[in-house]
């Protein structure tokens, strides 16, 4: 009896270490953020004893939970809903049932999951872009991309491109009767990077040059030089998102090696070549006062990792590696950052940057936000602030597109 009334205890003390993880004080729905946080923490937790011990890997723990979520193509009657290929890659269609007079505005969304995680079929993006579809009476392509590990960089990077570029062919827009002069590319977390590659790739590619009218990041993710950005320092343990278990999926994306997760970490992961583009991310130079928050700026330390990864440079991973001139072009763009965010600083860098080649931007900056909140929108733990973030969203694609 004994025995069993010191395991409960114990195993009392483990939740409760979980359960009672601080959050920001004026974080939104605090209650639901503190069990979520548990509930993330846990997974991890999981994760790693069963990859430890040879049963599963660490991200596919989570992929099998989040399978679970993925919803079926189920039309309405307001919007059509169809699963299918452009060549081999697959994408849900949502098509507006309405008649229109005029051609439709469409919206390609790229979703997020550090590159190794997610899916447009869960239910979170199925009813985001579903509502979209259905408010702009516009047709949305959801992108069901490769994921690393077993599909390394640049693959999801080139089923994002070829989509798109496969969706801008005339024969394709006439089909879905889509006006060419109103078509964003928009996309969440490390979605809201790749969206951000392909419209700098496409701005900079004489054929399809002017053809994206607008680009929408959510929280977006965009560099992986400088592991020490404040907000990374001040949001290490979250909520929602913890640096530890970013830096193990996203570093998936360029090697199963635990070395660079490991530096990474550390912000020893750049190669002693790599100096002459801190310039892009120096957040002393970018950031707004407030959210230096007295923090002092350090390079990334250089030459630790003997391992070589080329992709570390490139502008096609972290595209806050863009030049001014790349910049310059771009379309027409809104950026949704959370104040209590590892990514924030990702976000807000990249505003100035572009306002600072007139780029016009518009930004939405959650005071109370935090990151992922827009994939809890079902029940049973749904947040109030993914609705907000969605409403914004779509409100200003509305207004814009």
């Known amino acids: 009896m004994g025995h069993k009334t010191l395991c409960f205890g114990f195993s009392c003390i483990l939740f409760a270490y979980f359960i009672y993880s601080p959050v920001p004080e004026n974080v939104e729905e605090p209650w639901k953020i503190i069990f979520l946080n548990a509930g993330i923490k846990m997974t991890s937790l999981l994760a790693t004893l069963f990859e430890n011990i040879g049963l599963m890997r660490y991200e596919e723990v989570f992929l099998t939970l989040e399978s679970l979520e993925f919803t079926k193509p189920v039309s309405d009657e307001n919007i059509t809903v169809i699963d299918t290929n452009f060549s081999d890659i697959p994408v849900r269609l949502y098509l507006p049932k309405k008649k229109s007079e005029i051609q439709r505005p469409a919206i390609i969304f790229i979703h997020g999951g550090a590159f190794a995680l997610g899916s447009c079929k869960k239910g979170a993006y199925d009813d985001l872009n579903r509502q979209t579809a259905n408010k702009l009476n516009a047709v949305v392509v959801g992108i069901d991309y490769r994921l690393a590990p077993q599909h390394p960089f640049p693959a999801a990077l080139e089923d994002c491109t070829f989509v798109v570029k496969y969706f801008l062919q005339d024969k394709v827009l006439a089909k879905y009767r889509v006006d060419a002069a109103r078509i964003c590319i928009a996309g969440d977390s490390s979605g809201g990077a790749l969206a951000t590659t392909v419209t700098q ?3 900079n590619d004489p054929k399809l040059k002017d053809r994206i009218k607008a680009q929408a990041l959510i929280y977006p993710g965009l560099q992986s030089v400088d592991s020490s950005l404040p907000s990374h320092r001040e949001y ?8 530890e278990m970013t830096v193990k999926l996203a570093s998936l994306y360029l090697t199963e090696d635990n070395v660079l997760p ?26 707004p006062e407030k959210y230096k928050n007295n923090h002092v700026y350090t390079e990334p330390i250089l030459g630790k990792l003997n391992a070589s990864y080329p ?26 950052t959370c104040e209590h965010d590892p990514l924030r600083d990702d976000g807000l860098i990249y505003i100035s940057r572009l306002r600072n080649v007139g780029v016009q931007v518009s930004h939405d900056h959650i005071e109370e936000g935090v990151h992922g909140a827009m994939s809890f929108t079902r029940a049973p733990m749904f947040l109030h602030l993914g609705f907000k973030i969605r409403n914004k969203y779509i409100a200003w694609l509305e207004e814009n597109l």
């Open 236 to 243: 290490k343990h979250g909520p929602i998102l913890f640096r």
């Open 311 to 336: 992709a570390l440079m490139d502008s096609r991973l972290s595209p806050l590696l863009a030049s001014d001139s790349q910049l310059q072009s771009l379309p027409l763009t809104y950026i949704l």
């Open 262 to 287: 490991q530096a990474a970490l550390r912000n020893e992961h750049m190669p002693t070549e790599s100096r002459h583009l801190f310039k892009f991310v120096n957040w002393s130079y970018f950031l």
């Open 201 to 203: 790739q496409l701005q």
